[in-house]
């Protein structure tokens, strides 16, 4: 090589003629997107990295996809279900309980993922954000965009279960899901933002990452029938945890049981959007924020 | 041209009491937020640079770098050199001040960031490729080159735990190389290695310069290193920037401060009444601290005071290695230069205009006798210890040390004859 010549793919025109400017940034500081857009790749190989290493030297291997989500439908189907007898509170689908507890794990895990995963992923990932730049918000978004491949596998084996427990689908609400997972995808990115930016800050989140998801998990009603509540009239606290709506859309266009046994209203799902919302500017912003010396304080 | 790098003023804060700015846990930062809400939040407000305990690991810090040089930045431990390629290359934010990089940069601050142990060699190419900032396909392209230039063949599909450090180091450095940023950002790779990979380290960071026109800004405590890579070089002293120019100078400047205190640099000892006694050795290398370029000229300056005439004086001097055994032999004696013939101080000076003693560390053996069978008044041993160096000097594959003792100059003739 005697000359120097910019790659083909080296970008956009005018690539190698590009400025980066290095100075204080003081206040909000915007998302780059072209930036984000050109190393997009990145991402994908991040996620390709944790899939290829999460199952490396398990004897089962990917099997632990399937193998998770199954041990705790039937433990909770198990506990809940049967011995605190909790399924006769699915009038008219008693013996469904297993399928009503999975088609709740399918948001649950991805959101549970978001959580650990990704609010532990930058402290984790720490020799690497403090030695090279690059759009560090990949990953937590590549936590959260491995789990999304969970999510797919879990689809697969709830629709198995559902047609084994003779559930009666409804095409129209399984044509919502999509919609739904986009939903799923909006609240667990903006707590991987928020969570990884703060765990770098301060470590006590990662005592707090593990209980959080347990409290979480229990007022989302994933192991148990939210018409548990009743008529309580604390019943309107549910509206400040987006998860709850999301679960509740979940178990409605999977199963199409009926409201008053999924605990499904509009004003949830409302809520849901509105929170999910709230939540991913807020992680970003507070991200933003922070990444500017993620590399001093990590 | 504009120039490829403008750095102006650029600084970098750190706050040194840890005690109260960032809160070891959640709890302290609730404790505190509670107990002193308006300090808290004064101080929440008021950024390092402007703090009272304000440590800066650089400050004003500006220079430029023209497009195809390759610029060696130089400094003690802790000057802050670091911090300056930490803030160039995007890691952290500077505090004040700004700087422009006109075209794709990388960086290769450590050796090996982003491998994954769990990883086959093939796999954390593509990965350490496109965290380093490629494209699959141009990775894909070079894939070829990578594994010649790391010479891992046999081992592409083993996972880069079983690798010998070596080979690991080579992977690594393998994939940063064939980068092709505009820029490029090193800091001390050629600390890891063994010294026949360091040599290609070397030329191909030469090759990407000279040859394909790209801007490198070089970290290194190698001052041979940087002596053979670099035309110019800023010198970082206590977080400042102390010295921009051309790398000799520079590095002068630099042997300078790093100087070791301890080295006795001027032998000195008290005359005596009975007899005769070197009062005096000053070694005057070419750089500062006793630190000689070879092929550069010497000069050693022996004083010796006799209270009485000397017979036939004769005084000498080896410079010897650290093994003790003699490497040169300069003489001075009566029958040439008449010298010491009644009682008083003498001044001897021995200028060596080229010297050629090959790179390593040097002590001086001095000798005063009376003619050949008579007294041997004195013998100094490893005094004026100092250092010769090569900087300056290329050669294609590096020097060694201990490859010889002397280094002639020579000229070759070479002709096809059959």
Same mark, same amino acid.
């Given at each position: 090589?005697?000359? @120097? ?6 970008? =956009? ?32 190989? +991040? ?25 705790? &439908? ?36 991805? @959101? ?42 879990? @689809? ?19 044509? &919502? ?8 995808? +909006?609240? =667990? ?5 928020? +969570? ?60 199409? @049981? ?41 | ?25 959640? /709890?302290? #930062? ?23 305990? !304000? ?7 500006? $220079?430029?770098?023209? /497009? ?47 491998? *994954? ?51 690991? %180091? ?26 026949? $990979? ?15 026109? /790209? ?26 920037? #102390? ?25 000195? !000892? ?47 001097? *080896? ?32 200028? %060596? ?18 003619? #050949? ?31 010889? #003792? ?13």
């Amino acid at each position: 090589m005697t000359t @120097f010549q910019p790659p083909a793919d080296a970008g =956009a025109p005018g690539d190698a003629e590009r400025e980066t400017v290095i100075e204080p940034t003081k206040g909000w500081i915007g998302i780059n997107w072209r930036e984000m857009l050109h190393s997009r790749e990145l991402l994908y190989f +991040l996620i390709w990295r944790d899939l290829k290493v999460r199952y490396k030297q398990a004897v089962l291997g990917v099997g632990w996809v399937v193998l998770q989500p199954v041990m705790n &439908m039937i433990l909770f189907t198990l506990v809940f279900g049967s011995a605190a007898g909790l399924n006769q509170r699915l009038k008219g689908h008693e013996n469904q309980y297993s399928v009503f507890v999975y088609a709740a794990l399918l948001p649950w895990q991805l @959101f549970a993922t978001a959580i650990s995963s990704g609010g532990m992923s930058l402290v984790n990932q720490q020799n690497i954000v403090k030695k090279i730049y690059f759009p560090r918000l990949y990953v937590p978004t590549a936590a959260v965009g491995g789990a999304l491949t969970d999510m797919a596998i879990s @689809f697969v084996i709830v629709i198995g279960l559902a047609a084994f427990k003779h559930v009666t689908f409804s095409p129209l609400l399984l044509l &919502m899901l999509p919609l739904l997972v986009l939903l799923t995808l +909006l609240n =667990a990115l903006g707590v991987a933002y928020l +969570l990884s930016a703060l765990t770098v800050k301060y470590r006590d989140f990662r005592f707090l990452i593990p209980f959080m998801s347990q409290v979480l998990m229990f007022v989302s009603f994933v192991a148990f029938p939210p018409a548990l509540v009743g008529n309580s009239k604390w019943k309107w606290l549910l509206l400040f945890n987006p998860m709850y709506g999301v679960v509740a859309a979940f178990r409605k266009c999977i199963l199409n @049981f009926p409201d008053s046994v999924t605990g499904f209203a509009p004003q949830y799902l409302i809520s849901s959007i509105v929170g999910g919302m709230l939540l991913f500017w807020v992680g970003l912003f507070v991200f933003r924020r922070t990444e500017r010396n993620f590399a001093d304080i990590a | 041209m504009k120039p490829i790098i403008t750095v102006d003023r650029l600084g970098k804060a750190y706050t040194l009491g840890h005690t109260v700015d960032r809160h070891a846990t959640f /709890r302290d #930062a609730l404790v505190h937020a509670a107990k002193a809400p308006i300090e808290r939040w004064k101080r929440r407000f008021t950024p390092p640079e402007k703090r009272a305990d !304000a440590f800066w690991a650089c400050k004003d810090v500006s $220079f430029e770098v023209n /497009r195809g040089e390759v610029v060696g930045l130089v400094g003690r431990n802790g000057a802050g050199k670091s911090t300056l390629l930490k803030l160039l290359s995007r890691i952290t934010e500077p505090s004040e001040g700004v700087a422009r990089l006109r075209g794709r940069v990388a960086s290769l601050l450590e050796v090996g960031t982003g491998f *994954h142990p769990e990883l086959t060699g093939r796999e954390n190419i593509y990965m350490n490729g496109a965290i380093l900032g490629m494209k699959r396909v141009e990775i894909k392209r070079k894939f070829d080159q990578i594994v010649a230039f790391a010479e891992i063949e046999e081992f592409l599909d083993t996972p880069v735990k079983h690798y010998s450090s070596g080979m690991y %180091v080579r992977l690594a450095f393998a994939v940063a190389a064939h980068l092709e940023p505009e820029i490029l950002i090193v800091d001390e790779v050629l600390a890891v290695g063994d010294a026949q $990979f360091q040599k290609r380290c070397l030329g191909k960071m030469k090759e990407v310069s000279e040859g394909e026109g /790209r801007t490198v800004l070089f970290v290194s405590h190698n001052m041979q290193a940087v002596s053979t890579l670099t035309q110019r070089c800023v010198l970082m002293s206590k977080g400042r920037m #102390a010295m921009v120019g051309p790398t000799p100078d520079v590095i002068s400047e630099y042997l300078r401060q790093v100087g070791d205190a301890t080295r006795e640099q001027v032998y000195t !000892a008290a005359a005596v009444p009975n007899k005769p006694k070197i009062t005096r050795v000053e070694l005057r290398t070419s750089e500062p601290n006793n630190v000689q370029m070879n092929g550069r000229p010497m000069e050693v300056h022996i004083e010796l005071t006799t209270p009485v005439p000397i017979n036939g004086a004769r005084l000498s001097f *080896h410079a010897c290695n650290t093994m003790q055994e003699p490497i040169l032999y300069f003489w001075c004696h009566d029958t040439e230069h008449p010298m010491a013939r009644e009682a008083g101080t003498y001044k001897l000076v021995c200028r %060596v205009p080229k010297m050629r003693m090959f790179m390593g560390d040097y002590t001086l053996r001095v000798h005063l006798k009376e003619q #050949a069978g008579g007294k041997e008044f004195e013998v100094l041993e490893g005094i004026c210890p100092f250092e010769v160096v090569m900087y300056g000097r290329d050669r294609e594959g590096g020097w060694y040390k201990n490859t010889c #003792a002397y280094l002639e100059e020579g000229n070759w003739d070479v002709s096809k004859v059959g």
